[in-house]
């Protein structure tokens, strides 16, 4: 009888340990398999860190007719921070010189009245876009992270040419037309720098002078980024500015591009169409 009883007890242990083995494997197995993944997510997560630095801008392809009918538009891009007086006066000779030009103004957080003006402008309908960024967050003077609000905004829009300015800038000439001139007759020419003046010659060098007709430009391979033009199919090559390598000037947008021009070999043309008024009241001086 004890035999029969000790014989039932290990079968049935027997049995749960079986069941119990069998359960365990299932739970190891999805245990490492699961941490595999995670693994797998973790690479791919630094990957996207990394290629974050060099990102293609994504332009969306939409086959409408209604959108194919309409030309090109040109846009202008302008970073605002704590300057009412010369971005109100910025965006009336924009008005004067280029009529047909969209404005997109992104504000960094600004404290004074430039946010009450700009409201206006936008009431107006002076300004097509306004974005407002909180100061905290974002640096006046790193436009880099503006820029790339400005370009998401703008991927489903169909753009010809892309201009970029800071809010200080006095502009005395209109620019598209010669600036595309300039695109369409120099395969090399990448990009427009309209603004060039003693100071900028010191930082960025002429290596040649060239001429076409009666229009004398210098050409540059780096450029100064408080105003310029470029097609936005070129910018769309060279991707959006990186807005994570921390402070310094490799995390600006011009020497970022400036290295990208020179790894192609592309070139600078530099006409003086301004003035830059910020060289006496420099908001990025101020911060640092």
């Known amino acids: 009888m004890n035999f029969i009883i000790i014989?039932?007890?290990?079968?049935?242990?027997?049995?749960?340990?079986?069941?119990?083995?069998?359960?365990?494997?299932?739970?190891?197995?999805?245990?490492?398999?699961?941490?595999?993944?995670?693994?797998?997510?973790?690479?791919?997560?630094?990957?996207?860190i990394e290629n974050r630095i060099k990102r293609e801008i994504k332009v969306k392809n939409v086959k409408s007719?209604?959108?194919?009918?309409?030309?090109?538009?040109?846009?202008i891009i302008i970073t605002s921070f704590n300057r009412g007086e010369l971005i109100t006066k910025l965006?009336?000779?924009?008005?004067?010189?280029?009529k047909n030009i969209k404005i997109i103004v992104i504000d960094n957080g600004s404290e004074d009245f430039t946010l009450e003006k700009l409201l206006n402008l936008k009431k107006a309908k002076s300004i097509d876009y306004?974005?407002?960024?909180?100061?905290?967050?974002?640096?006046?003077?790193?436009?880099?992270?503006?820029?790339?609000?400005?370009?998401?905004l703008l991927e489903l829009r169909e753009i010809d040419l892309i201009t970029v300015s800071d809010d200080d800038i006095s502009i005395n000439s209109s620019w598209l037309e010669t600036s595309n001139h300039l695109f369409n007759t120099f395969d090399d020419v990448k990009l427009v720098n309209l603004m060039d003046d003693d100071f900028q010659e010191q930082i960025h060098k002429t290596v040649e002078n060239r001429t076409i007709d009666n229009l004398s430009f210098k050409v540059k391979e780096t450029f100064n980024g408080a105003f310029f033009c470029i097609k936005f199919?070129?910018?769309?090559?060279?991707?959006?500015?990186?807005?994570?390598?921390g402070i310094s000037d490799s995390s600006v947008?011009?020497?970022?591009?400036?290295?990208?021009?020179?790894?192609?070999?592309?070139k600078v043309a530099a006409l003086n169409f301004s003035n830059h008024l910020g060289y006496n009241n420099s908001k990025r001086e101020a911060i640092n």
Do not use: C, M
């Not at 069998?22 to 999805?30: A, G, M, S, V």
């Not at 011009?254 to 070999?265: E, G, H, I, P, T």
């Open 7 to 48: 014989l039932v007890n290990i079968i049935v242990l027997t049995l749960f340990f079986i069941l119990f083995h069998k359960r365990t494997n299932k739970l190891l197995y999805k245990y490492f398999e699961f941490n595999k993944k995670e693994i797998l997510n973790f690479n791919t997560h630094i990957g996207n």
């Open 130 to 152: 306004l974005l407002l960024n909180e100061n905290n967050l974002i640096p006046q003077w790193q436009k880099s992270y503006s820029l790339v609000q400005a370009l998401k």
């Open 65 to 75: 007719n209604i959108l194919n009918n309409f030309s090109k538009e040109n846009w």
């Open 253 to 266: 947008e011009d020497w970022y591009y400036s290295r990208l021009f020179k790894a192609n070999n592309w």
């Open 233 to 245: 199919d070129t910018l769309v090559k060279l991707g959006y500015p990186p807005i994570n390598e």
């Open 91 to 98: 965006i009336d000779s924009i008005k004067k010189y280029e």
